[in-house]
């Protein structure tokens, strides 16, 4: 099996596997839910504010529901999570999108805000209801999830 030390990011020693194989992306989704808990601890109000936006975006259960699903897939997807304070900060508004009728994970947004930093696609909804944004996912460019 091939392994990664991802030590040299944040010193926190995680091994993260990066095959394909399912039992690879259940690892990197226990990998990513663990860090979402920590980040959340670290930061109990669960908001950064956003240079570009110059608005908070907010974290919240289903940020954590979605990026898991979609980064666990790809390993250097894993990684961009590892960095989510400093992409919450500092990525940039590159478009906004419609959301996709039907899905129901994209329902209570009134549209999708996709930003990008340093390699790393951070997309945020707008809630319908407070205009508040919220981190929906958070992937690797070239990530087709």
Not at 125 to 137: A, L
């Amino acid at each position: 099996m091939n392994l990664h030390y991802i030590c040299r990011m944040e010193n926190i020693g995680i091994t993260i596997p990066t095959g394909t194989r399912k039992e690879d992306i259940k690892v990197r989704e226990k990998i990513i839910k663990n860090f979402y808990a920590k980040w959340i601890s670290e930061h109990p109000d669960k908001k950064i504010w956003n240079e570009d936006l110059q608005d908070y975006i907010c974290v919240k259960y289903q940020s954590i529901n979605e990026t898991y699903n979609k980064a666990a897939r790809r390993y250097e997807s894993t990684l961009a999570v590892f960095r989510l304070t400093e992409v919450l900060e500092k990525a940039v508004l590159k478009e906004e999108r419609q959301t996709k009728p039907g899905d129901k994970n994209q329902k209570p947004y009134s549209k999708l805000l996709i930003m990008l930093y340093d390699g790393i696609k951070l997309t945020v909804g707008v809630q319908k209801s407070t205009q508040e944004k919220v981190q929906y996912c958070l992937t690797a460019l070239g990530s087709t999830a």
